[in-house]
């Protein structure tokens, strides 16, 4: 048996069993990553004694009979920019290539209360800005299921570390689609939690009205598990919520009989690859066997989010990333005055996708153009908001392709912004709208690539969205496949 191969829930009844111990687990998840990592770009730190130190800790409980937590003894692994005490947080960036986090984000705090075994943290985009993970500085990540491809981005890594087995699961960030897409290329599940349900705190921002943090996994079941253990309010995240985490894995089974699906328009439209498309007709004509009805939406906005989107984040980018100056953390380029070390250390630390990100949300907020770029796009979000609040008094859960196509090659896209920002076209009204998100495997294409579905429902509603994912899941195989890495 490959233990690495094994889900969340499996592994832990495993670990129950004494079939297995944690130590093991994380010596054959480490094995992994020595035989692939160079192959596939995946793990930037590997925190190898921290992992068997966690393992041999869980081992002990074990013997002695304790009850084990949710995730204890299971090896995971974290995007480069949470902040794991000790380790480095690059985020993808020369400008923090050598910078150590000084204290655990709230997400990491939370898995370690639950005894899980931290393997290292992965590669990004440089500071979550891509949908290919090729803007880290890292240099790019490869797809296991072609090592031609890209994995997706910006959380490329974690989901190539859960396909290629280096890892049970990882947790990621998506502000745009950053966990959905690359769960999607990668042939494994994705959860984007409702905006607020998960505590931000120590994770790098990007765009803060849109940042989100959730699980990379191979099943739904695990994907429930872990958002248990990581949602909830934190004292030092003011946008999180008071609702009250429930116990998502417990009711995962209750079936979808009788549940209206909505299949709204405007995502099947022009540029949908006929592939995708056929993969996801046969996954609603599955939702109908479930029992599920389908009834066809209509999201009209839908067809401004991507520009409106593409406002706002580099707004909010411009301002968040002013606090890499040369000053307070990782690279200072101090030649000269004040002025020239910020110009220095910006000019040689940040990438080009940043610093076009930086000059359009500077530019967008600036006086004179604030009110025709931002506070108009603030509108439009509000009306994309409004269509899934109506949408959502008419059906349960709403089902799309996650992306309009299977993952692309590495370097098709890179030096060509428009394109590459084509690709979220799905993905970003979900985070303008702050509802959550679920990509799960439905098929692959005739060349072997995996293809999602993307599965939405209302803001803190994620008990029906998993457990939608997870009836799908029962009926169907697609996320038992794993790559044959060669
Ligand atoms: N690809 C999108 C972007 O580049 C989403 C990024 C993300 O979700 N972090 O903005």
Redesign the pocket.
Known sequence: MNLNYLTISEAMDGLRAKQFSSQELTTACLEQIKKYNKKINVFITVTEYLALEQAQIVDRKINNGDKLNPLAGIPCSLKDVFCLKGAKATAGSKILQNYIAPYDATTVKLIKLNDAVILGKVNT?EF????STETSASGATRNPWDLSCVPG??SGGSAAAVASAMGFYSLG??????IR?PACFCGIAGLKPTYGRVSRYGVMS?ASSLDTIGPLARSVKDIALILEAIAGVDINDATTSREPVINYAAKLGKGIKGLKIGIPQEYFGQGLDPEVAAITDSAIKQFKKLGARIVKISLTYTKYALACYYII?PSEISANLARYDGIRYGLSKSEGDLLATYLQTRAQGLGDEVKRRIIIGTYALSAGYYDAYYLKAQKVRTLIKQDFEKAFKQVGVILTPTTPRPAFKIGEKNNDPLTM?L??IFT?PI?LAGIPGLSIPAGFTKSGLPVGVQLLAKQFNEEDLLRTGYAFEQATDYHKMYPIID
């Not at 979550?128 to 949908?131: D, V």
């Open positions: 985009d979550t800005m891509g949908s981005g910006s960030t998506d502000t745009g689609g950053s897409q990007m984040v920002y690709e979220d970003v985070n």
